[in-house]
């Protein structure tokens, strides 16, 4: 991935191959692949830290302007990436990932 900042998606526009999207996933631990997304299910003991990380994703995702689905509840925090209007996995979702790790790592 060379990409720096997200960039906007266009429909069909840079949609990553599976061999691109595996070499992305080689450098980041525990997410995986589902359909046309990437997506880590981060583990806590209780609600209060499971809310806080969906909070840490709702501002990231806003400040990088690429906006991942969150769900969560006790215990858990699912970030959910894909390029919806290039209808696929882009290097965004593989830039924001990076850099959510970054931030909690």
Same mark, same amino acid.
């Given at each position: 991935?060379?990409?720096?900042? @997200?960039?906007? @998606?266009?429909?069909?526009?840079? /949609?990553?191959?599976?061999?691109?999207?595996?070499?992305?996933? +080689?450098?980041?631990?525990?997410?995986? /692949?589902?359909?046309?997304?990437?997506?880590?299910?981060?583990?806590?003991?209780?609600?209060?830290? +499971?809310?806080?990380?969906?909070?840490? /994703? +709702?501002?990231?995702?806003?400040?990088?302007?690429?906006?991942?689905?969150?769900?969560?509840?006790?215990?858990? @925090?699912?970030? /959910?990436?894909?390029?919806?209007?290039?209808?696929?996995?882009?290097?965004?979702?593989?830039? @924001? +990932?990076?850099?959510?790790?970054?931030?909690?790592?």
């Amino acid at each position: 991935m060379t990409q720096t900042e @997200c960039v906007p @998606c266009a429909e069909g526009s840079g /949609v990553l191959s599976d061999d691109m999207v595996q070499e992305g996933l +080689a450098g980041l631990p525990g997410w995986a /692949v589902r359909e046309t997304t990437i997506f880590k299910r981060f583990e806590f003991k209780g609600f209060a830290k +499971a809310t806080q990380m969906a909070n840490l /994703v +709702a501002w990231h995702s806003d400040k990088m302007g690429h906006h991942a689905d969150i769900s969560f509840g006790w215990g858990y @925090c699912e970030v /959910v990436y894909t390029s919806h209007e290039a209808g696929g996995l882009t290097e965004n979702d593989f830039l @924001c +990932a990076m850099r959510l790790e970054a931030l909690v790592g």
